[in-house]
């Protein structure tokens, strides 16, 4: 009765890698949650009866290219938890200070270790190494993907909302430029959900993902998934977007992901766009206010302390859910 649910009997993840967001079904995500909240239960009381320790003897390699606090310490630390160990690379210690590709970088870790979690700066040279590897990679976030992050979003939710079905999401900041809002949005469209997607119009949502969308509700007569979505570029003080506000259940923030830019982009009145104390108070008694981390100015730290503020928490049940993806991983 110690051993996992969700190892031996069934897999739930018949790919060897985890690339994106696009590879889950309602199925698997099912089980992915039910075994990080077991995992969950055993932390938090202070057992490790129902912590596998199928990673010992194994060494995951951590290939950062991009800087990470959440997703790589998470990581490190799951890994840890269940038996394994790690080695992290970053650019700055690696050859490629000596001008080495990403690939050949690649290659080395991935010798001499028995899985790799990659966070690339870019989406190619991952894509192509996942057919040059015998090893199972996690993608840790590249252009546009963060499966993982995807996954402990929501986790998160249905850890607090006891679902993740019928709810009515805000999605804010800079969706354009938010690998974490992508994969969310991908993951969500296995539910019926309603997407508001409120941001300025040089920020508003990647073409890309209203095509995944769009398919997604033309198929919806056979998966049963009801899903609708609404463009909104008229900032946070504007009466229609406050009675979406009011209505929604979950309220994702993203920061400006300045770095990412690739043109300047003149923001007009961005501070419209943040969230205040006085917004806070109109949102539902039950709205979640959630942020992938890390935070600038559009979560003002007096809303910490409101208890729909549940950003830290979150980054909590990513380490369980980090836990669970790599025990079905590299287990
Ligand atoms: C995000 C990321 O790296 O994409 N952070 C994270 O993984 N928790 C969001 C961001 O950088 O703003």
Same mark, same amino acid.
């Given at each position: 009765e110690t051993m996992p649910s969700l190892v031996g009997s069934e897999m739930c993840i018949r790919d060897r890698h985890i690339m994106d967001a696009k590879q889950f079904n309602r199925n698997m995500l099912r089980q992915i949650f039910l075994r990080?909240?077991?995992?969950? &239960?055993?932390q938090q009381g202070g057992? #490790?009866?129902? $912590? #596998?320790?199928? =990673?010992?003897?194994?060494?995951?390699?951590?290939?950062? &290219?991009?800087?990470?606090?959440?997703t790589?310490? #998470?990581f490190e630390s799951a890994i840890k938890k269940l038996g394994g160990d790690t080695i992290l690379l970053t650019p700055d210690t690696s050859s490629s200070q000596k001008g080495e590709t990403v690939s050949d970088t690649l290659h080395t870790l991935d010798t001499y270790t028995d899985g790799l979690i990659?966070? #690339?700066?870019?989406?190619?040279?991952i894509q192509e190494f996942q057919n040059e590897t015998e090893n199972t990679i996690i993608n840790a976030g590249d252009m546009l993907h963060h499966p993982s992050q995807a996954l402990l979003d929501l986790f998160t939710i249905r850890q607090e909302k006891g679902t993740v079905n019928n709810l009515k999401f805000a999605i804010m900041g800079d969706l354009s430029h938010s690998r974490t809002i992508g994969s969310l949005v991908e993951l969500l469209c296995n539910y019926n959900v309603e997407f &508001?997607?409120?941001?300025?119009?040089?920020?508003?949502?990647n073409p890309a993902i209203i095509e995944y969308i769009e398919n997604a509700q033309k198929h919806s007569s056979s998966t049963g998934y009801n $899903?609708? &979505?609404? $463009?909104?570029?008229?900032? =946070?003080?504007?009466?229609?977007?406050?009675? $979406? =506000?009011k209505s929604v259940d979950v309220v994702y923030m993203t920061r400006l992901q300045k770095e990412r830019?690739?043109?300047?982009?003149?923001?007009?009145?961005v501070k419209k766009y943040y969230l205040t104390k006085s917004l806070v108070n109109i949102l539902k008694s039950n709205c979640l206010i959630m942020h992938p981390l890390p935070r600038n100015d559009e979560i003002p730290k007096e809303i910490d302390t409101d208890r729909r503020a549940i950003y830290f928490k979150q980054m909590k049940y990513g380490l369980y859910l980090r836990m669970a993806l790599c025990e079905l991983m590299f287990g």
């Amino acid at each position: 009765e110690t051993m996992p649910s969700l190892v031996g009997s069934e897999m739930c993840i018949r790919d060897r890698h985890i690339m994106d967001a696009k590879q889950f079904n309602r199925n698997m995500l099912r089980q992915i949650f039910l075994r990080s909240q077991e995992i969950m &239960y055993s932390q938090q009381g202070g057992n #490790s009866n129902n $912590i #596998s320790s199928l =990673l010992n003897g194994k060494v995951i390699g951590l290939l950062f &290219y991009t800087p990470s606090s959440r997703t790589r310490c #998470s990581f490190e630390s799951a890994i840890k938890k269940l038996g394994g160990d790690t080695i992290l690379l970053t650019p700055d210690t690696s050859s490629s200070q000596k001008g080495e590709t990403v690939s050949d970088t690649l290659h080395t870790l991935d010798t001499y270790t028995d899985g790799l979690i990659v966070r #690339s700066p870019n989406d190619i040279t991952i894509q192509e190494f996942q057919n040059e590897t015998e090893n199972t990679i996690i993608n840790a976030g590249d252009m546009l993907h963060h499966p993982s992050q995807a996954l402990l979003d929501l986790f998160t939710i249905r850890q607090e909302k006891g679902t993740v079905n019928n709810l009515k999401f805000a999605i804010m900041g800079d969706l354009s430029h938010s690998r974490t809002i992508g994969s969310l949005v991908e993951l969500l469209c296995n539910y019926n959900v309603e997407f &508001y997607f409120i941001a300025t119009h040089k920020l508003q949502i990647n073409p890309a993902i209203i095509e995944y969308i769009e398919n997604a509700q033309k198929h919806s007569s056979s998966t049963g998934y009801n $899903i609708s &979505y609404f $463009i909104h570029t008229e900032n =946070l003080e504007d009466d229609n977007v406050k009675k $979406i =506000l009011k209505s929604v259940d979950v309220v994702y923030m993203t920061r400006l992901q300045k770095e990412r830019w690739d043109t300047v982009i003149t923001v007009e009145n961005v501070k419209k766009y943040y969230l205040t104390k006085s917004l806070v108070n109109i949102l539902k008694s039950n709205c979640l206010i959630m942020h992938p981390l890390p935070r600038n100015d559009e979560i003002p730290k007096e809303i910490d302390t409101d208890r729909r503020a549940i950003y830290f928490k979150q980054m909590k049940y990513g380490l369980y859910l980090r836990m669970a993806l790599c025990e079905l991983m590299f287990g």
